[in-house]
């Protein structure tokens, strides 16, 4: 329970505002990436990606403030899927503006933080051996066909049109 | 994460405020200067497909452009500006940006949630298809490894899975190690790995979209962001469907996953450890690195 105090205590109004800004920046890039390669206007993909900042920022300070142990990720889930369920006043404004960003925009930039993040772990990586990679890649290969095969299996038992 | 011990569960939630709420990450020009050039040249060269034969083939797409050259960056001596301080904020960044990512796929789920009660057996089902990943314990056995493999192979070993495994067995411990080394791995190979998985997986295997978009909700969003990618590109019109998928699997993996990891996989890992380590099980190589 201790690292749960501390990280409450490490937001401030100062560090929110460092989430803004680097949200802030994630967003112009991605805007200008979704530009580039879908041709969706800047601005309204700017209110696109303002909207889901802004439910990430609500699910990040959530996680931190309220005295449950839930991770961000499932909180940012709940409020994106309730915004945006048909029965909701808000769901026509944020679909409008959300279409306009395409999923693979976000990945792209996204992907780029994560590629120069994981040059850190690159001398840990090359001291495991090639055995270690073998399993990990098995292992994610199965996880991934074994979900696939089973998902594939029940999709055509209960009659789901392809 | 070594200097972190018996606090795993929340580790990255601290890096991440140690990096992003003490610092002034927004401030760094060279990190941030440098995703804006990697992102418009990535989506300037677009995607690129290879024709394999008439109906199968590979496509590359922007996100592995990006993550490639992200790494090469760091990675390439001449390129002086991307240092281990742009690599640390970058890692603390993309836990706050990982939530862009996730609302983007959880707005899609809102829009389409009678589709997802329609198939929510499929849905829930999958999610212990994810169990295949014991079927790799006698490979790893027969490798070398020993209590590893308990580790190594009981899920695909991202941040829930490792705090649940060194919860049980203790930090020191073989099958701490065995997931610590997958989880490493993982974390530089596992992206790009699965991105080509997925290309290879849309063009050989005859299975539902739907299928697809279930399966890439594997419990790491940056491994779900890389196989989302392909999936949509192979399935033009469906993409609202295969992101509320995606989307709506991967919070599973996240809500469920995790017990399924403990109830399930874990002692299913042992069990078939003590039925399998003494028929086929080797000299541990891991013992013998530790004696040099």
Not at chain 1, 141 to 150: D, K, M, P
Not at chain 2, 45 to 60: A, E, F, Q, R, Y
Not at chain 2, 97 to 118: E, M, N, P, R, W
Request: with cysteine; proline share 4%.
């Amino acid at each position: 329970m201790v690292e749960l105090i501390d990280g409450s205590e490490n937001v401030s109004v100062h560090g929110i505002f460092n989430w803004i800004l680097l949200l802030a920046i994630f967003s112009v890039i991605t805007c200008i990436g979704n530009y580039i390669g879908y041709e969706h206007p800047i601005g309204d993909s700017l209110v696109g990606m303002g909207i889901l900042s802004l439910i990430t920022l609500i699910g990040v300070w959530m996680e931190r403030k309220l005295p449950l142990n839930i991770s961000s990720i499932i909180y940012i889930s709940v409020i994106g899927i309730i915004i945006a369920l048909p029965i909701m006043p808000t769901s026509s404004f944020v679909l409008h503006y959300v279409s306009q960003v395409e999923l693979l925009s976000i990945v792209t930039v996204f992907l780029a933080y994560v590629g120069i993040g994981m040059g850190k772990s690159w001398n840990e990586f090359k001291a495991l051996g090639w055995r270690a990679v073998i399993v990990t890649i098995l292992v994610i290969a199965s996880t991934y066909l074994g979900s696939a095969i089973v998902a594939h299996i029940i999709l055509v038992l209960t009659g789901v049109p392809v | 994460m070594r200097d972190n011990d018996g606090q795993v569960e929340h580790i990255y939630r601290e890096k991440t405020d140690r990096r992003i709420l003490r610092k002034n990450p927004w401030k760094d020009v060279r990190l941030h200067g440098t995703v804006l050039v990697l992102v418009v040249i990535a989506e300037l060269i677009g995607t690129i497909t290879i024709p394999l034969s008439h109906d199968v083939k590979i496509t590359i797409m922007p996100l592995i452009y990006t993550i490639i050259l992200g790494l090469a960056f760091y990675l390439v001596k001449p390129i002086k500006w991307i240092h281990r301080k742009q690599a640390r904020i970058a890692e603390g960044a993309m836990m706050l940006f990982i939530g862009v990512l996730i609302a983007k796929l959880a707005v899609s789920s809102g829009q389409s949630i009678a589709l997802i009660f329609d198939m929510g057996p499929a849905l829930i089902l999958q999610e212990l298809g994810h169990l295949a990943t014991i079927l790799v314990l006698p490979i790893a056995l027969l490798l070398g490894f020993k209590k590893e493999s308990i580790g190594m192979t009981n899920s695909i070993g991202r941040e829930p899975n490792v705090a649940v495994v060194v919860d049980k067995y203790g930090f020191n411990s073989p099958e701490s190690r065995g997931v610590f080394a997958i989880f490493i791995i993982g974390t530089v190979i596992g992206t790009i790995f699965i991105s080509f998985l997925v290309t290879f997986s849309l063009s050989f295997l005859p299975l539902h979209p739907y299928a697809f978009a279930m399966a890439s909700g594997v419990g790491s969003a940056s491994m779900n962001a890389a196989a989302i990618g392909p999936t949509l590109a192979a399935f033009p019109g469906m993409e609202t469907q295969i992101e509320a998928f995606a989307g709506f699997s991967n919070l599973l993996s996240f809500c469920v996953g995790i017990y399924i990891v403990i109830f399930v996989a874990l002692p299913l890992t042992e069990k078939m450890y003590n039925w399998f380590e003494p028929k086929i099980g080797r000299d541990s190589i891991v013992k013998t690195k530790e004696d040099d």
